[in-house]
C-alpha cells in the first residue's frame, strides 16, 4: 500500500554537522536520504522503516570531488553524473565512471549518490566491483570523530555493513596507483540503463615482462550478483599471480572462480546462468590481459617509446608540436577513452598560436596539399576528404573560391571535421562561416580540428 | 516514535515552476509530482511507475534531469524547476516540440512530456549529440508506442534546426 505522506517526518538542516549531531543523539531514529533513488521507492510502496528522515542532499561537506597527490577523494553524496563527468576518475578509475553510467538512466544519476549505493547495499550494484576492485577506503564520520575503513571490509552480509547507527560515510577515498593497469568491465544484464545487472564484473591488472614470457601481476577481480555481498575473486587471484597466461590456466580460474561465488535463482537470473557468465567474463579479462589487448598494442608501444619517438608518432593526429609533446608528458594511458579525454582537455588548453599550427597542417579542403611544414598528415587527409573528392568539378570550383574568401577574411585555412560530409555539404558549412566573427569562427574551427584529431587518433589506435 | 496523521504539520514550502515563483503547504514527504499535479496542476508530468524506471515524470529540477515521483518535495526548496508546460514561449513550441510533432514522434502521449524534458536536458549538455548519445540522453524514458525511432529522429531534427537557427 502506498505511504501517507502526513504519517512521515522530512527534515533538511543543510549542513553536515547539524545531521551528525542529530543521529547522535537518538542513533537509529533518523534515516539519512540523499537523492532519494531507493528509499523514495521503498517509501512509495510502504515499504520504508524508519518515519523520521533527514536530508543529505547537496550538503556542500559531501558533495566534492578532491583531487590530491596520493588519492581521489569522492564525497559520498557526489552523483553518478558527478563522477562520469570527472575528468580525472575517467582518466584514473575508468571503471568506476563506467559503472556510473550503467546506473539506472540519466534522470537516476542525476540524483543518485555513490554513498547512497553503498549503504543500499545491492549486491547488484554496479559501481561496488569498481570499489571493491580499486582498493578504495571510506572515511565514516560521527560526532565521534572520523574513521577510515576499507570498503573491502564494510559489507559484510546481505545489507549488512560496519556501519554505527550514528555514522554518515562522509568521503570514498581512491588510491591513485594503478597507472598502467589493465582494466575490464562489463555488465551483464537486459540493457545498460534502468535495467540491474545478472552478473557485473570489474577487473584489473598487470603484465609484466619477466624473462622471455608474460606473467600476471596484481590481478584483481570483483564481482557483483554473484553473493550476498559484491565479492572479490580472492582465490582466482591468488591461482593467476604469478603465473603466464595459458589455456590451462584460463581453465582453472573459471573453474575457482565458479567454486568461489554463491550465486542464487531471482526474478533476474538463476544461479546456473550467472555460474557461466562469472566464469565467463574471467576467462574474458584474462584473456585481454595475456593478449595485452585490453591495452591497445598501438597504445602499449607509445606508452613506453621514448618521449620524442611518442611525440613524433602522435603528432599527425593534430599537427600541434605543444599537443604532441603534453600528450607524451601525460603517458601512460590506459585506454582509448583515456587518451582521448586527455587530447580534449589538452588541446582546449591550447594558445591560439598552438590550434593555427594545427590548421596550418592541413591540405585546403578540397585540395591534397597541406600549408605548413610542421609534418605530413597528408596520410590522413585523402581518406578524410574522400567524399568530398567525388566531387564534380562545379563544386570544386565553389568550393576553391570559398576556400578564399575565407583565406581572405580569417587569414588561415578553413577546417571542417570532412568525415561523412560530401562537397555541397561542405560548402553551406562554409559559407555560414564565413559570416562569423573573428573570435566566434576560431573557436569553431578549434572544435573542428578537436573532432579531427578524436578520429585520427581512433583510427592511429586501430593500427 | 510515529507520528500521527491528525496533528501533523504541513510546511510552506517556495520554488520557483516555469519562472514564477510559488509556495506550497505541503508534508515535507510528498513527491513533487503529486505537489506539481495536484496543487499546481501542472498536470504535464505523467506518474507511470512511481519508482524512477519509466521517467514519465521527469522534470528539470535546477538544469538537471529528474524522476519527480522520486523527489520528497522538500527537497525541491528554492529550486528552480521547469516542467513540460514551461517550454514552449507562449504559442510558440519549443524545437523540440515541433520536432516531435512532426516526425511522429508521440503517439499515446504518456511518455511525451518526459521524453522532450530529457532532449532538452541532452541538449544543454551537449548540443551536437551523436544517435548514440540520443539514445543513452533518453535510455531512462521508455515508450510502449513508437518503438523510439522517431523519437530519436525528432531530437536529430531539433538539433539540426538549432544549429541552422543559430548561425542564420
Redesign the interface.
Known amino acids: 500500500m502506498r505511504s501517507d505522506p502526513r504519517d512521515y517526518e522530512l527534515i533538511a538542516p543543510g549542513n553536515l554537522r547539524t545531521v551528525v549531531e542529530l543521529l547522535s543523539r537518538s542513533p537509529g531514529e533518523w534515516l539519512p536520504i540523499a537523492g532519494g533513488t531507493d528509499i523514495m521507492v521503498q517509501y512509495a510502496a510502504g515499504k520504508l522503516p524508519s518515519r523520521k528522515l533527514v536530508s543529505v542532499w547537496n550538503l556542500p561537506e559531501l558533495r566534492s570531488i578532491e583531487v590530491l597527490p596520493e588519492e581521489i577523494r569522492v564525497g559520498a553524496g557526489s552523483t553518478y553524473t558527478d563522477i562520469r563527468e570527472h575528468e580525472v576518475i575517467a582518466r584514473e578509475f575508468s571503471m568506476l565512471a563506467r559503472a556510473a553510467s550503467w546506473t539506472g538512466g540519466i534522470a537516476n544519476q542525476n540524483r543518485g549518490t555513490i554513498g547512497g549505493n553503498i549503504v543500499n547495499a545491492s549486491p547488484a550494484a554496479d559501481s561496488l566491483p569498481a570499489l571493491l576492485a580499486y582498493d578504495a577506503q571510506l572515511i565514516l564520520v560521527s560526532v565521534r570523530g572520523e574513521r577510515r575503513i576499507p570498503y573491502a571490509a564494510f559489507h559484510t552480509g546481505y545489507k549488512e555493513m560496519r556501519l554505527a547507527p550514528d555514522e554518515l560515510i562522509k568521503t570514498i577515498s581512491l588510491p591513485r596507483k594503478f597507472s598502467g593497469y589493465v582494466c575490464h568491465s562489463r555488465k551483464v544484464g537486459s540493457r545498460n540503463a534502468q535495467a540491474i545487472s545478472k552478473v557485473c564484473m570489474a577487473a584489473l591488472g598487470r603484465v609484466a615482462v619477466t624473462g622471455p614470457s608474460e606473467t600476471i601481476e596484481d590481478a584483481r577481480i570483483a564481482l557483483g550478483s554473484v553473493a550476498p555481498v559484491p565479492l572479490r575473486l580472492g582465490e582466482t587471484e591468488r591461482i593467476v599471480n604469478g603465473k603466464i597466461i595459458d589455456e590451462s590456466l584460463v581453465r582453472l580460474a573459471r573453474k575457482i572462480a565458479i567454486a568461489e561465488i554463491k550465486p542464487i535463482d531471482d526474478i533476474r537470473s538463476t544461479a546456473k546462468y550467472r555460474a557461466a557468465v562469472a566464469g565467463n567474463l574471467v576467462a574474458e579479462f584474462l584473456n585481454l590481459l595475456a593478449d595485452t589487448k585490453g591495452m591497445n598494442r598501438v597504445l602499449a608501444r607509445w606508452n613506453n617509446a621514448p618521449g620524442d619517438t611518442a611525440e613524433a608518432q602522435i603528432l599527425p593526429c593534430c599537427g600541434s608540436k605543444r599537443w604532441a609533446h603534453e600528450m607524451a608528458v601525460r603517458r601512460p594511458f590506459n585506454d582509448e577513452a583515456a587518451l582521448i579525454l586527455a587530447s580534449d582537455e589538452t588541446w582546449r588548453n591550447l594558445d591560439e598560436a598552438d590550434w593555427i599550427e594545427a590548421f596550418n597542417s592541413h591540405p585546403r579542403i578540397g585540395e591534397t596539399k597541406r600549408q605548413g611544414e610542421t609534418h605530413n598528415s597528408d596520410a590522413w587527409s585523402r581518406p578524410e576528404q574522400e567524399k568530398v573528392t567525388e566531387t564534380g568539378n562545379a563544386a570544386k570550383i565553389a568550393l576553391a573560391e570559398g576556400n578564399r574568401a575565407y583565406e581572405e577574411k580569417f587569414g588561415r585555412i578553413f577546417i571542417v571535421c570532412a568525415t561523412g560530409k560530401s562537397a555541397p555539404e561542405i560548402l553551406e558549412i562554409l559559407q555560414r562561416r564565413l559570416r562569423n566573427d573573428a573570435a566566434n569562427e576560431l573557436q569553431e574551427a578549434a572544435e573542428q580540428q578537436r573532432q579531427i584529431t578524436q578520429l585520427r587518433l581512433r583510427k592511429w589506435l586501430q593500427g | ?5 491528525e496533528n ?1 504539520v504541513k510546511s510552506e514550502i517556495s520554488f520557483t515552476v516555469n519562472g514564477e515563483q510559488r509556495v506550497v503547504r ?6 513533487l509530482l503529486d505537489v506539481l499535479r495536484g496543487q499546481l496542476g501542472l498536470t504535464g508530468a505523467k506518474e507511470g511507475c ?4 519509466c ?1 514519465s515524470c ?1 522534470v528539470l529540477m535546477n538544469g ?4 519527480s ?4 518535495v ?2 525541491a ?1 528554492d529550486a528552480n524547476i521547469v516542467t513540460i508546460e514551461g517550454l514552449a514561449q507562449e504559442a510558440q513550441l519549443h524545437a523540440l516540440q515541433e520536432a516531435f510533432l512532426e516526425c511522429g514522434g508521440a503517439q499515446c502521449g504518456i511518455c511525451t512530456p518526459g521524453m522532450i524534458l ?1 532532449a532538452a ?2 541538449l544543454s549538455k551537449k548540443p551536437d549529440p551523436t544517435l548514440e548519445e540520443i539514445r ?2 533518453l ?4 515508450c510502449r508506442c513508437t518503438g523510439y525511432v522517431q523519437i530519436f529522429e525528432a531530437v536529430a531534427r531539433a538539433v539540426r534546426r538549432a544549429e541552422i537557427a543559430s ?2
Do not use: T
Request: with cysteine.
Open positions: 516514535m510515529i507520528h500521527s496523521s501533523h505541503a508534508s515535507s514527504m510528498e513527491r512511481g519508482e524512477g524506471e521517467g521527469s538537471s534531469l529528474v524522476n515521483c522520486l523527489v520528497p522538500l527537497q526548496e530529457a536536458h541532452l543513452e540522453g535510455s531512462g524514458n521508455l548561425f542564420s
